[in-house]
């Protein structure tokens, strides 16, 4: 339970960050005011133990980030498009990483439900389905954990052929813009990112991604 003081503390903290930064360098909020130019888009799961800047050693004004439970790229989010297209065309970002995690609750929601007709489990519908066409190889693993981890992998290269499917990402690849896709999984157990493999040919073949990608 929160306690009334944890949260006068988040503004304390504020508060003694600002000035520890000003201490350090005099301009840093001046130059922060400046137009960002990020060159990372992440689309990440909300789950509060991924603290971005800090898994990759970023600063303020490097990360361009959308995150929801699950890492979902839902092509009717209107939410996450405009994010994309901002992100593509505004402030041409060359990188869009999906960004999974093991032991991510809302791919277990997906398998084995929240409560009862919870919302989670209707946005998370599509690792539900992932799950269902991939039962077989999923159960033989047998280890339940290695099996929601390897449902996480599955998930985040899911999620990162939608990122590809959407008109933004063909209007840039037409346009020749210079982009490239990042699936990755963060190791809650170990801290480290896994930088899985991507089915190129495959996406090729579809027409999702250019030839001479
Ligand atoms: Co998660």
């Known amino acids: 339970m929160i306690q009334h003081n944890d949260y006068i503390d988040l503004l304390k903290n504020n508060v003694l960050w ?12 001046a130059e922060l005011s400046l137009p960002q130019k990020p060159n990372f888009l992440f689309i990440g799961c909300s789950d509060s133990r991924i603290p971005l800047d800090m ?3 970023s600063e303020p004004g490097e990360l361009f ?10 092509l ?3 939410n ?16 869009i990483i999906v960004l999974g995690h093991y032991k991510c609750g809302g791919v277990k929601a997906a398998v084995e439900g929240l409560n009862e007709e919870d919302i989670v489990e209707n946005w998370v519908s599509q690792i539900s389905d992932l799950y269902h066409y991939h039962k077989k190889e999923l159960e033989a693993i ?14 985040v290269i899911v999620q990162l052929k939608n990122v590809l499917r959407t008109p933004i990402i063909q209007r840039a690849f037409r346009n020749k813009k210079k982009l490239w896709f ?9 801290g480290l990112i896994n930088d899985l493999p991507l089915p190129l040919d495959e996406w090729k073949e579809l027409d999702l991604l250019p030839e001479d990608y």
């Open 18 to 29: 600002a000035v520890e930064k000003l201490k350090t360098d005099p301009s840093y909020f």
């Open 76 to 78: 009717t989010d209107i």
């Open 80 to 95: 996450l498009l405009s994010i994309i297209e901002y992100a593509v065309e505004i402030l041409n970002i060359e990188h």
């Open 65 to 74: 980030v959308h995150r929801n439970i699950a890492n979902q790229v839902n």
């Open 142 to 155: 047998g280890d339940k954990t290695k099996m929601y981890d390897r449902l996480s992998e599955m998930n």
């Open 182 to 190: 990042h699936g990755w999984i963060f190791d809650i157990n170990s």
């Open 55 to 57: 898994i990759t050693g």
